[in-house]
Structure formats: C-alpha cells, structure tokens
C-alpha cells in the first residue's frame, strides 16, 4: 500500500512543485483538489455505478440534486469520493432524517451492496478519497503509542484524550470514538464529514492513521484500570461523583451512626 | 510531681496512669476529655469527615511521595502502558505512570489519595454551609468561622497544587490558565509568572515547586490551623439545637468515653472504607488518558477539579467583547501604552474576591445589624432566621451557576443543546439567580414558619375527617405533646430594630445604614406562638367546630 | 381535649430554665423521658446484638485477608484487565476490612453502652478577672519596658523591624531562573522562534510543509522547524504552535497590510488564545470557525480570527507566511504582536 501510494503521489507532488515554481497562486489552486490520492473509481462495475444511480435519485436527488450537483439543503457530492458515501451511509449519518446543526449517526438504512453501490456512483462522478484497504486498518501492525502522540495533537481537542466526544459551536459536536468501525474512523479522518477537518493523507500519512485506529482501539478494548470509567469525562464527573454518591453515602451513615435503636 | 503523697494505683490501668501521670499531668487531660458532652446530630458529622479524610490524605499521600518524582527532566517512558511507551514525557509524569501501573496497589493509594482530596473539600464546604445555616458562627465561635474559612482557602491551595504535579495534559494546561491569568495582574502580572515559572512558561521547575508547597508548607499551615479549629471547639463546647432540656446554658449529648469516642473512632473506619470502596471501583483523574504536558494539544472538556471550578466557569461567562466593545483596556501612561485585560480579571478575582469577603465578615455584619452581642450555644433552625437563610442561599447560587458553566461544554454535549444558549442563559441566571433566591427563600422560610405556628395552635392534621352534626366536614387535630410543642414554639425571634440616635440625639449615616438593613431583615417576620394566643386559640377552636371556621374545613 | 400527659418530665436530665423573666413563653418541660432499647429489657436482643457486632469484626478480619491475597496471589500485574481487578480487589479488601471495624464500633455503641443523654453546663470561656489580670499584666510588662518614654528607641525598633524583612523578599528575585533583567523578561514575551525563512512543520512529526498538501478544509498543527533542537523546547513551543488552515480566499475579509501574509488562501494563526492561553485548536471546517475547548471563545477565520463569542477580548495574532523555492511554506516574519494572553505591558503594537 505504501508504496502504491507514493507512486500514486509521486507525479503529482512533482507536478504541483514545477507549478509552484513557476506560477505560485494559479498553481496552488489546481493542485489542492487533488492532493488527496484522488483515485478513480477503480473496483466498481458499471452495473453497480446503474444501480447506485437508482438508489441516489430515489433516496438522496431531493438534497443534493439529480446529478449530484448539490443543492440549498445539500452539498454537491462531486469529487468527495467514495469513502466520504461509506462513512455517511454507513453510520447511518444519511440520509438525514431532519436539517439539524448536524448529521448524527443512527440505524443504517442501506445493507452493504446498497452503500458499495451508491459509494460507486458518486465515485464515478469525480476523483475522492476511496475505502481504505485493509492493510491501513490492521490495527495489529499499528503503534499505538505513537497514533496517540497523533491523536492529541490533531484528535483529542474536539473529541477529548480519552475519546469521549465533547461539544462544539452551536449545539454541534464531536462524537464519542468508542464503537466506531476502523474503517469508518479512517474515512472520517480522510473526508472530513461535517465540520470535521480534513485529514488528508498530506497530513497525517496512512500509516499514522492506522497508528491512530490502533491506539483508540487499544483505549477501548483495555478499557480503564481504576475501575468505572464514569464516561472519561475527567474532573466534572468525578465531582459529580462524590457530591451525589460520595455524600449521599456519608450522610446515610451519619445519619444511621446518630439515630436511635430501637 | 506526687511526691508528697504516696498515691499507690490499685488496678492495672490505675498503675499505667500514674506512670504516665507522674511524668506528663495527663490524667488532668482524662479528667478534662473523659466525660466531656458532645451533642449527637448527623449533621454535625461533617466536620469529622473532613478532619477523616485529611487524615487519609497524609496518609496516602506519604505513601505516593516514597514513589513519586517531581522532576520535569525529560525521559523516554519505558513503563508497563503500552500506549505511552517510547513517548517523551517529564519524570514527574513518568513516575505518576510507575505508581499507577508498576508500584502493586499504587494506583489505589493514588485514587485513595485523590478521592479523598475532593471528598475533603466538599466535606469542608457542606460544614461551613451547616454552620453557616444553624447560625454557629456567631459569638463566641467568630474566630473559629474565620479559621474554618481560612482552611477552606488552604485546602483549595493544597488540592491545586496537588492536581498539577502529574504533569498530564490536563493539569498543564491548567496551569498555562493559571498563567493567563496570573499575566493579566496589572503592573506586576508579568513578574509573577516568570517568577512561578523561572522564567517562561511552562520551564523547568513549576513542578518541583507545586510539590514543595504542596507537601510541606500547605499541609503543615493546615495542621497547625485544624490544632486551632478543634482547640476552639473544646473551648467553646459544641453548639446544639433548641429543644426541651437543651438550653444556652447547657450541653446535652453523649460523653467521649465511651459513646461519643466510640461512634467518632468508629466513624473514622466508615470514612475510609467509603473511600476505598469509591477508589477501588472508580477511576479518578486518568493520568494515563491525557499524556504528558505538551503546550500544543489540549483535550476537550478540559476542566478543573469541583473546587476550582466556579473560577473557571466566571471565565468562561465574562464576555471578551460586548459587540465591538473589547474588555481588554489600553491604558495610556506617560510613558506609552499599558494593558488592562478586565476580561479576566474581572471573573477571575471579582466573584470569588466577593464570595470570600463576605463569607469572612458576615458573623460582624449579622452582630452590627441585630446589635447582638450574646453568646450564642443554641442553633437556629434555618427556618427560624429567613434572611439568614436567603442571604446563604443567595451566595449559593450565584456560587453554582459559576460552578455549572465550568461544565458548560459538558451540559451541551449530555442535554444536546447548543454550547452557546448554555452560555447565554447562566450569564442570564448569574445576575437574577441570586436575587430571585433570596426572595423565594426568604418566604418559603416564612411560609414554614407560618406551618409551625398553625400546628402548634391548631395541632397535627390527624387524617380523620368527622362530620358534625350539621352536616360540615372537618378533619380532626390532634394536639402536640408539651417537647414537640416545645420544638416549635421556642426560637429566637428578632425584630427590626429602627436606627437609634447617639449620645448626643443625633443619628449617624451609620447607624442609617444599619437601621435600614434590619428594616430589610426582619419587617417581615413570624412571632412564636405565646401561651396565652394558644389558649386563645383553644377556646375559639371549640367554636371553629360548630361553626365549620375556614382554618378547619375542608377546601378552604 | 389536648392531651399533655405525654411523658413525664421527672425523667428528665434538666430543669427548664429558659425564659424566667419572660412571663409569655412557653416553659421547657426539659428533657424527654429516656426510652429503653431492645437491648436494655430483652436480654436476647443483648446477646444478638454481641453476636452482630462480632461478626462485623470478623468480616473485617476477612477483609483485610483478602486484601493480601489481591496483592501477593495476583502479583505483579502486566495487563490492564489484571490492574483492574487488582486495584478493586484491594479495594474492596480495604473497604470491609474498614466498614467491618467502623460498623461494628457504632453499631456496639449505639446498642450497648449506655444511650442516657447528659446534660454538662456550659462555663464562661474566661473568668472577668483573667482579663482584667492579663491586661494588668501586659500593661505592667509594657512599662517595664519603657517602650513609651523612650520614643527613641521605639522609633529605631519599629524602623529596623520594618527592614529587615525587605531582604528575605528580594531573596527570592532569582526564582526568575533566566538571568535576565526586567525588561529582557517582559521582551521575551515579544518574540517566538518564527522568522523570515522559518519552514513551518507538521506536529509532532516535524517535517516540513508543501502549499500543495494543504487542501480546502484541511487543518495542520504546526511547529517551527528546529523546535526539538530548540534550547527550551517547551517554553518556545508554548509560544509557537501556529495552526495552518486553508480557505477559498474569496471568503477572506483581508485588512491592510496583510495583503500578501496568506498562500493562496492558505492563512497561519497563532493556536494560543489571547483569553488565557488554551490551545485554540478547534477548526470547524464549514461554519470556519475555531474554538477554544477551555473557556469557548470562538473565532472568526474569514474575519482575520475576530472573536465573535466567549471571554477572550482580542483576535488571533496572523503569522505571515509565504512560499519558498522549494515549494515549502515558511514564515515571512515572526508575528507582529505577542502571541497568548494579554499582559500589562504588551500596550500597543
């Protein structure tokens, strides 16, 4: 895979680099829509691409368009790749059942050929990031020592050191980390859904991002070593803790310890 | 010493008393200890729960200094936790891993340790908010409210500096707060920090000088002030609350030896097993999760332990800038510019600066306005002393909605509203909270008080509707006995005392000033009930039945 | 009707004494009387009582048991699943071991030792003549001295005494541990590690940067190049961590002056807040807003990071970047105003 993707890489950055010598804005702006291992929809029938054409107008033309061109309720999904198809349908994220601040996961309405085929389709409609093979989510050749420096740095601000999710702007928020597949944590990372950055592997390499996937893996399946957890939500909850049961514990025996017998 | 008279001891004990007697007068002690009264109410405990877990503090925390290391040496982790292993950290942070994951039952000393720090402060606090209910500071105990708030003070002290010795992510960038905040101290702001930090934030010996603090001189000015608290109390003798036999006179309650020693020494083993039980089976500040300090990352809901908290949530409701009106102030100087950052400032001093003073000469403002100076042994219940009461509850709101917007993200995320509103409608509630406490307060104490005087007229509802014979419905009262008639009649009842004029006829502002506070005390208050209004009230009561009054009937 | 025989006050430890000269009040019928426990009049309940209060001692004894077999049968934990059971196990050792004392103690003292309630009167904290003594005292001690004739004496005293701290605080000048003076510390404040030609970095990783690898709605966290072999690593990395985003630059609301600090849309700022220094490093890609996780103030990215939310009181500082020969983003400068929170000497820029 590393190699499949630097040669991938490898005539692009070249031609982005003799651009930018010569004509720095002009170039710049060509290069950045396709620095993200644009890949075309390689793996896909046509009859897929017919069939995901189908379930797009019937389940998604009202939002984002019949061509997919976007429209006032949705983005156009040209160019955002097959990966970024998987990860919204996939976690149940869309369709959308209402306009919110965000689109929140919730029971998938699709069985797996159904996403793999309207994951085709858009993909037929321009270079995007595609599925991740198994090989960058193999949480077993992952270090997680090294894609939780990672995960600190670019990760745990929206979505805490312990992946316990936290709040953004106006009632959106990041979500908890814990049960997420791998390969929907590395499509997140790569499209960057809803308010997400993109994490383009320019940014932090596949390999750094299945160290990432083992680390949070890791987290989840150890699980804590003091005991309950309590949501690794840190000191609020710790001092909701001992006010409510801490106390509440001592003032039944206090309250025992004075009484009378009878 | 017994050198006159030959005392020879009998018994065996007698024999070991005289020993120790002859070389220490401790049997002045026994004779003073051994039977002294303390009164027996649950909630008088808190004050043992506190005094408990600091003792379970020193004696967790010494078993983690015997492993702990606070340098803020650089060192590659090597430890057990895989997650973390090969990264860069401090030794401080380092060795908080070694004990939690490589010093056998060392990360139950640490959460035994940790626990206990936030039970400690919350005990603290839920025994000034008793005190300060009951009314127990007020004279003679003055001096020892204020030595119970300095202690207050001390261990917030002890317990910050104690949340930033890991070194962990969270606690760093607590500190870098704590350096924000510091730097927006006008004129010598910027001193303080580089002399906190030695320099720059974060250097090289921040940690090193929490720990001393932390381990020495914090705890030992503690000691020294619990010797003073728990002095004071023997001097004083407890308090108690009114009620048949118990008298401002008096003590009633259980003597030391063996009663009171017993369920104290017990109560001792029942905080600690609380304790262990929480430690045990929950995890406390997760080191581990939030990786070494590093000035870059941060987590989300990054927050302070409960007791800091309500500083952090005034920062988080001041806002920086008021439409294009910034709270950060240019101050032109003759020599150039200087920066005021009211921003934080403000939140930062203001609110606890207010809470604090208050809450230190509050035993004075009550005595000047009431012009009371009796000593008082017997509590009010909090019913009893409405504005009292409202004040207290005033102070404790504007006191939680700080401590809820500490956890503002946290409300957002878990009610699934917007960080923003959250924001918007505790600044909202900062400001009318408190205000609308008092007033509520004061007449639901009122209102209790008025339910007090009903039944003590009147009697308890019974349950039992009659019918008299001309068809109305009416339950039965039952009278009370002559204690709990005794419990409800009898309390302090103060009254508006107007301004009075000095020696000289003439009425000074001060004196203005006070005679309008207790005007705003005490204009509306309840009297207890007098023998002779509830003979008066027996004799109409035999009326009330034939003539169906509305106090008796149904549906009034 | 009222029935007032309930107890009979004879029981009573006190005799009512409040309210003597307050004729309307109600007289303190003194204690209630005392009410025997089970345990008084039936001597099985005694004995049952005995027999509890054992067995709580005894379940202590199995607690603290317990306690040793978690530590020395379990031994050296080397997973987390095995700490886990460990600490609790410790835990609830420790936790009978201690209930099973405490519990037992209370439970012995509330069911068989004595339960009667004594009354001890209070007595005046201190006698009116110790004070009149120790005042005599103290005035007598102060003449002795003669502090008040001599003014002379007493003025030097108060003098000296007043000095003589003075040197004990300025011993603790140096706990400033850079050497430098007044005004080399608060300059310090001024400047970061960034430069003209400074390449900014990926974090943690360090290496360095390609306009072309920022896309629209990417965000890096960047560092200084050189920042690991910086001589106070931490201390200039809390001031330089610069966070890179890119947008349509038709979205961008440019001031004078900073025409040419951007790439192409491609804009640096400052990650540390002007609140009170938090890691600004929530980047909301479509609303491009950044937030601060510790006290939410929000900036502005299309407005030059103008605070539109929260406590902070000041826009993110802009690091002026541009593109080197090699196509690597660097810094054209340090930044034009000090990075983090407000001091009181930063003033003006």
Known sequence: MKALSQRRRHPLAAVALLLMGLLITGGLYMAAGSVNEAKAATGYTASDIEEGNKLFIANCATCHGLNAEGSVDGPSLIGVGAAAVDFQVGTGRMPMQMQGPQAQAKPVQFDDEQISQLSAYVASLGAGPSIPLADVLDTSKGNSAAGGTVFRVNCAMCHNAAAAGGALTRGKFAPALAGVSEKHIYEAMVTGPQNMPVFSDSNITPEEKRDVITFLKEIESQGSPGGAAMGSLGPVAEGLFIWTFGLGIIIAFTIWLTSRPS | ?556 | MGDHSHGSPDDSGTVAKAGAGDLDKFQDPGLPPHRKRLADTDPRAEKRAERQVALLFIISIIGTLSFFIAYFVLGRPDNITEIRIQNSMLGLGTTFAMLGIGVGIVHWAKTLMPDHEISEMRHPIRPEADRVDAENIINQVIEETGIKRRPLIRNTLIGAIALAPIPAVFMFRDLDRSGKNANEMIEQLRHTMWDTNVRLTRDPSGTPIKAADVQIGSAFHVIPEGLDEAENMLNEKAKAVVLLMRLDPQKMKISEGRENWHVDGIVAYSKICTHVGCPVALYEQQTHHLLCPCHQSTFDLTEECKVIFGPAGRALPQLPIMVDANGFLVARSDFQEPVGPSYWERGKN
Not at chain 2, 159 to 174: K, W
């Open chain 2, 1 to 556: 010493m017994a050198t006159t008279t030959e005392y020879t001891p009998k018994t065996k004990t007698g024999k070991i008393a005289n020993f120790v007697d002859e070389r220490t007068g401790g049997s002045a002690m026994v004779k003073e200890f051994g039977r002294k009264i303390f009164p027996d109410h649950w909630s008088f405990m808190f004050g043992e729960v506190a005094l408990y877990t600091f003792v379970l503090l020193l004696i967790s925390g010494t078993f983690l200094t015997f492993f702990f290391d606070p340098s803020m040496a650089h060192v590659i982790y090597n430890g057990s936790y895989n997650p973390l292993k090969g990264i860069g950290m401090s030794t401080a942070y380092a060795s908080t891993l070694d004990i939690s994951f490589d010093v056998r039952g060392g990360l139950f000393m640490r959460q035994v340790h940790h626990w206990s720090a936030i039970l400690f402060v919350a005990a603290v606090s839920v025994h000034m908010l008793r005190v300060f209910f009951t009314g127990a500071f007020r004279k003679p105990r003055e001096l020892n409210w204020v030595v119970g708030g300095v202690l207050l003070i001390l261990a917030m002290a002890a317990g910050f500096t104690g949340y930033s010795l890991p070194d962990d992510l969270l606690s760093g960038n607590g500190l870098r707060i704590i350096d924000g905040v510091v730097k927006s101290i006008p004129v010598i702001g910027s001193y303080i920090s580089f002399f906190l930090f030695g320099g720059e934030f974060p250097g090289t010996v921040v940690i090193p000088r929490l720990y001393s603090l932390h381990i020495m001189i914090v705890p030992a000015i503690m000691l020294l002030m619990i010797a003073l608290h728990l002095f004071m109390v023997v001097v004083h003798k407890h308090t108690q609350y009114p009620g048949p036999g118990r008298t401002n006179d008096n003590v009633v309650g259980f003597p030391v030896g063996p009663v009171y020693a017993a369920k104290a020494g017990g109560f001792f083993f029942i905080v600690f097993g609380i304790v262990a039980f929480i430690s045990g089976l929950f995890t406390i500040n997760a080191v581990w999760n939030y990786g070494p300090y590093d000035p870059s990352p941060v987590s989300a809901g990054t927050q302070p332990d409960w007791y800091i908290g309500f500083v952090d949530g005034a920062l988080r409701l001041m806002p920086g800038m008021l439409g294009n009106f910034s709270f950060e102030w240019l101050i032109p100087l003759p020599w150039g510019w200087n920066t005021l950052s009211l921003n934080v400032l403000l939140p930062a001093l203001v609110p606890a600066g207010i809470i604090f003073t208050l809450m230190f000469v509050w035993p004075w403002i009550e005595r000047w306005v009431t012009k009371d100076s009796r000593e008082h042994h017997l509590l009010d219940r909090p019913r009893n002393a409405p504005f009292r009461t409202a004040v207290g509850v005033a102070g404790v709101i504007s006191y939680s909605v700080m401590w809820a917007a500490a956890s503002s993200d946290l409300i957002a995320t878990h009610f699934l509203v917007s960080l923003n509103d959250v924001t918007y409608w505790l600044r909202v509630l900062f400001v009318i909270g408190p205000i609308l406490g008092f007033i509520v307060t004061r007449r639901l104490a009122l209102s209790l008080q008025r339910k007090d005087r009903e039944i003590v007229l009147h009697g308890r509802e019974a349950g039992i509707i009659e019918m008299s014979p001309e068809g109305g419905f009416s339950e039965k009262h039952e009278d009370l006995d002559v204690y709990k008639r005794y419990n409800l009649a009898v309390f302090e009842d103060r009254k508006v005392i107007p301004a009075q004029p000095d020696a000289a006829g003439h009425i000074s502002a001060k004196e203005k000033r006070r005679g309008a506070l207790s005007k705003f005390f005490f204009e509306d208050r309840v009297a207890p009930v007098t023998p002779s209004e509830l003979a008066a009230a027996k004799a109409a009561h035999g009326h009330a039945e034939v003539e169906g009054s509305e106090q008796d009937s149904i549906g009034h």
